[in-house]
């Protein structure tokens, strides 16, 4: 089976690099820095005019956790439709209730109007928050999910290769799974290898320093530290390369 690597943008130049490197597939955001968060319509329509790979945006209103208000819950389901329509290839979502289950209404009906539009349907790491992560991934699979982004419920993919593994025993062959968080080129083609999943997920983060970030004293707007104090974070298509070169 082909080896995939998704690279996590989080703007149209970030597209641009990641495609210069040769990435399979791209998951758009905005916000990377809080996890990720609804991109542009306009960034979705620029990127896709200039690049080929598949598109998949994120669905995500704001940072923290994945328990919606009804009007949070409605702007989600407004932003999806603009973004299938714009051209998205896929959307991903997660919806959880405060108890840290599977929100299974919420998600159907977003995995219902993907479909709707022919295009693939992922749940994202809302997954790794959820109590019971085998009983949470047969829900998906009868909800239609496509395909889900997990680091096996630890802070890094390679620290949850186990779970990751005894996932991909039981169901890779009903969902596609996506490992993701602190991939790069020194880990990628082990856990692959280790897991036995085809697809792994990358930020290749690099960083550029924009020195109006801090000029005057008494204002500051990085959220970067140390060295990156001044800085923004950028996909590095040099770092894509080596990862894409890593799991030959």
Sequence with gaps: MKRIIEVCCGSYEDCLNAAAGKADRIELNSALHL???????????????????????????????????????EAMMADAKELLEAGADGLAFGFLREDGNVDEPRNKAMIEL???????????????????????????ITLGVDRVLTSGLQAKA????????????????????????????????????????????????????????HINPGV??????????????????????KIVQSIK
């Excluded at 690049?51 to 009007?71: D, E, H, K, Q």
């Excluded at 295009?119 to 959820?130: I, S």
């Excluded at 602190?182 to 990628?188: E, F, I, K, L, R």
Aim: proline share 3%.
């Design 158 to 213: 390679y620290d949850g290769r186990a779970l990751i593994r005894t996932l991909q025993d039981k169901y890779g062959e009903k969902i596609q799974i996506l490992a993701g968080s602190g991939v790069n080129a020194g880990n990628a083609k082990a856990l692959m290898d280790e897991t036995g999943i085809s697809q792994v997920h990358s930020s290749c983060k690099d960083w550029v320093s924009d020195p109006t970030t």
């Design 35 to 73: 996890g990720g968060l609804t991109p542009a319509i306009g960034t979705v329509k620029l990127a896709k005019k200039a690049v080929s790979l598949p598109i998949i945006c994120m669905v995500r209103p704001r940072g923290a956790g994945f328990c919606y208000t009804v009007n949070e819950y």
């Design 114 to 140: 993907i479909h709707h539009y022919g295009k693939e349907a992922v749940f994202h790491r809302a997954f790794d928050c959820v109590r019971d992560p085998e009983a949470t991934m047969e829900l998906l």
């Design 220 to 241: 500051s707007y990085a959220y970067g530290t140390g060295e990156q104090a001044l800085c923004y974070d950028v996909v590095s298509a040099d770092l894509v390369k």
